[in-house]
C-alpha cells in the first residue's frame, strides 16, 4: 500500500497515464529484485526525479544509473536521484549521457577528496556557466576534485570556478595587462575561450605569482586555482584523463557493493 501510495504520487508528479504508471510500478518492482535497493526506495528516486520535469520513458531510463551511482556513493536513492538530476540539467546533459556522467562523477570522488555531495553541490554553481563556456564536463570534474584535494570542496569549489570562469570571460584591464605581461592568450582564432587546462598550462609556464593569480581570479578564484597550479597542470590533465577512461566504472562498483 506504501509503495503504491508513493507511486500514484511519481505518476501526479510526473503527469504520467495509467498505462505509463503500471510500467513505472513493474519497473521499480523489477529494479528492487536485482539491487540493494528496496521498491520504497526506488519510488522515492523516482519521484525527485519527476520533480526535477522528467517524464516516465526518462525515469524508466535513468533509473538504472541512479541505481549504480547510489551503491558506488554508499547513500540513499533519493539523495543520488536528486543530485544527479541536478548535474545533468545544469550541465545541459541528455538522458542517455547520463550512463557515462556517473562514470566520471564516481571515479572523482574515488580518486580525490570529494564525494557525490560534494560534487553536487560544486556543480551546482559552477556547471551552467562552464557549459556555456564550452568547457568539458571531465575538465570541470577533474577541477573540482583536484580543488577537493586542497580542502576547496563543495559551494566554495563552484563558487570558487565559477568566478575564475568569469574573470576570464570578462577580464579587468588590470587582469588584461597581467595576461598581455605574461603572454598568456585565453582565447582561440574564433574568439572562443581556451581550455581552462590550456590556460593554467600558460600560467604555469609563464611562472605566475600568487599575486598574479589573485589579481587574474580575484579573492575567491584566486587561491582555488593557486592550489590547482601547486598540484601541477601534468597532475590535472593525468586526472581528467583518468576520468574520460572510467567507463563502466559505476557499474563495476555497483556489483562489488551488491555480491
Do not use: C, W
Not at 1 to 26: D, G, H, I, N, P
Not at 89 to 110: H, P, R
Amino acid at each position: 500500500a506504501s509503495f503504491e501510495k508513493s507511486m500514484r504520487r511519481v505518476q501526479a508528479v510526473s503527469q504520467s497515464t495509467a498505462s505509463e504508471y503500471r510500467k513505472l510500478s513493474a519497473a521499480a518492482l523489477e529494479m528492487s529484485t536485482r539491487t540493494e535497493h528496496s521498491a520504497m526506495a526506488v519510488a522515492e528516486g523516482m519521484n525527485f526525479m519527476a520533480m526535477a520535469g522528467f517524464n516516465a520513458n526518462q525515469i524508466m531510463e535513468a533509473m538504472p544509473s541512479v541505481l549504480q551511482l547510489a551503491s558506488a556513493g554508499v547513500m540513499d536513492l533519493g539523495t543520488a536521484a536528486d543530485i544527479t538530476t541536478n548535474i545533468l540539467t545544469g550541465y545541459g546533459m541528455e538522458i542517455s549521457e547520463l550512463a557515462a556522467a556517473n562514470d566520471i562523477l564516481v571515479s572523482a570522488m574515488t580518486g580525490a577528496n570529494v564525494d557525490l555531495v560534494g560534487l553536487g553541490e560544486s556543480f551546482k554553481y559552477a556547471g551552467p556557466l562552464a557549459k556555456a563556456a564550452g568547457i568539458e564536463f571531465s575538465e570541470t570534474a577533474a577541477m573540482i576534485a583536484l580543488m577537493g584535494n586542497a580542502g576547496i570542496q563543495g559551494s566554495m569549489a563552484g563558487t570558487s570556478l565559477r568566478q575564475a570562469i568569469t574573470n576570464l570571460l570578462n577580464p579587468t584591464k588590470q587582469a588584461r595587462d597581467i595576461m598581455d605581461r605574461l603572454g598568456v592568450k585565453t582565447r582561440d582564432s574564433n574568439d572562443n575561450l581556451l581550455s581552462m587546462t590550456e590556460i593554467l598550462r600558460q600560467l604555469e609556464d609563464a611562472g605566475a605569482s600568487a599575486s598574479d593569480m589573485m589579481a587574474l581570479f580575484g579573492q575567491r578564484a584566486g587561491p582555488a586555482m593557486s592550489a590547482l597550479l601547486g598540484q601541477g597542470v601534468d597532475e590535472l590533465e593525468k586526472f581528467q584523463q583518468r576520468l574520460e577512461d572510467s567507463e563502466g566504472l559505476a557499474t563495476r562498483i555497483e556489483a562489488m557493493m551488491v555480491d
